[in-house]
Nanobody
Framework: QVQLVESGGGLVHVGGSLRLSCTATESTVTINEMGWYRQAPENGRELVATIDWNGNTNYVDSVKGRFTISRNNARDAGYLQMNNLRPEDTAVYYC?????????????????WGRGTQVTVSS
């Protein structure tokens, strides 16, 4: 299994900004489609945004115009820029990626997750 790791969460006031980052723990891994999910207390996990290898993006309606998902293919890293944050954005944010580990004569595919990073927006 391939693990992803998130960073960049924290505590901000309403209207503030945060930038989340996501990378793989292995340097030989490629991340294809990437996505950010979030889970607030007592809620299910919600898809926030996705981006494919070519940079095509999709967002849940509640974050359109405020959040921007991006990626750096050379670094196999993904980002979620979150602006104009609201209290309802408070959640644990998870990175998800369709990852590929390649060796000289093999290729393995995984659905990989990070352990999450807490985002708290205070009013």
């Amino acid at each position: 299994q391939v693990q992803l790791v998130e960073s960049g969460g924290g505590l901000v006031h309403v209207g503030g900004s945060l930038r989340l980052s996501c990378t793989a723990t292995e340097s030989t891994v490629t991340i294809n489609e990437m996505g950010w999910y979030r889970q607030a207390p007592e809620n299910g996990r919600e898809l926030v945004a996705t981006i494919d290898w070519n940079g095509n993006t999709n967002y849940v309606d509640s974050v359109k115009g405020r959040f921007t998902i991006s990626r750096n293919n050379a670094r196999d890293a993904g980002y979620l820029q979150m602006n104009n944050l609201r209290p309802e954005d408070t959640a644990v944010y998870y990175c998800n990626g369709k990852t590929v580990r390649r060796g000289r004569d093999y290729e393995e595919h995984f659905d990989s997750w990070g352990r999450g990073t807490q985002v708290t927006v205070s009013s």
